[in-house]
T-cell receptor, first 114, second 113 residues
Framework: AQTVTQSQPEMSVQEAETVTLSCTYD???????LFWYKQPPSRQMILVIR??????QNATENRFSVNFQKAAKSFSLKISDSQLGDTAMYFC???????????FGKGTLLTVNP | DTAVSQTPKYLVTQMGNDKSIKCEQN?????MYWYKQDSKKFLKIMFS???????INETVPNRFSPKSPDKAHLNLHINSLELGDSAVYFC????????????FGNGTRLTVT
């Protein structure tokens, strides 16, 4: 079974600074996808970024980028120029290429301070 | 607006009651899901349907029964509610094909007293 581990239950960062959230996963699969989702206090689940395991290039979406290390099974999320609206719970998630099941880590609560 | 919408947003009920949560998506997706988020924010899949066919059925008490009348709707019926069922339940959908990101509804907070 696949597992996703987020070792930082909580983190904080000053507005405009950069922060990196860690995620590791365990799988014997070769074809899979990784995701970061954000859950602000409004409870919505919002897709932040998606990475295909067969692509070496790290995915980026505006201020959000990942550092995908396939051999180390590591998938960290970097948020640049942090904004107050980035305050949220961030979940790392894994999906096998052959099915639809999304397995989540336990989340990291990020607080951006003014 | 295109979205995944679920009703109700909040549901407060007593132990032993039966309740349903409805979900509809107008994104044209083939696959729909129910996830449960517990008090520690952990998200776990419960069920998934692909074009009205059950494809994922995790270890969930059989008091929980999903129903998909068509591929745009996936409802969750819960019998004999227990205190431990209190949680936020999320509906989600995704397009056909593994690796597609899930689009989530805004969740239903169920409180069993």
């Amino acid at each position: 079974a696949q597992t996703v581990t987020q070792s930082q239950p909580e983190m904080s960062v000053q507005e405009a600074e950069t922060v990196t959230l860690s995620c590791t996963y365990d799988t014997s699969e070769n074809n899979y996808y990784l995701f970061w989702y954000k859950q602000p206090p409004s409870r919505q689940m919002i897709l932040v970024i998606r990475q295909e395991a067969y692509k070496q290039q790290n995915a980026t979406e505006n201020r959000f980028s990942v550092n995908f290390q396939k051999a180390a099974k590591s998938f960290s999320l970097k948020i640049s120029d942090s904004q107050l609206g980035d305050t949220a719970m961030y979940f790392c998630a894994f999906m096998r290429g052959s099915n639809y099941k999304l397995t989540f880590g336990k989340g990291t609560l990020l607080t951006v301070n003014p | 607006d295109t979205a995944v919408s679920q009703t109700p947003k909040y549901l407060v009920t007593q132990m032993g009651n039966d309740k349903s949560i409805k979900c509809e998506q107008n994104l044209g997706h083939d696959t729909m899901y129910w996830y449960k988020q517990d008090s520690k924010k952990f998200l776990k899949i419960m069920f998934s349907y692909n074009n009205k066919e059950l494809i994922i059925n995790e270890t969930v008490p059989n008091r929980f029964s999903p129903k998909s009348p068509d591929k745009a709707h996936l409802n969750l019926h819960i019998n004999s509610l227990e205190l431990g069922d209190s949680a936020v339940y999320f509906c989600a959908s995704s397009p056909k094909g593994g690796g597609s990101p899930l689009h989530f509804g805004n969740g239903t907070r169920l409180t069993v007293t």
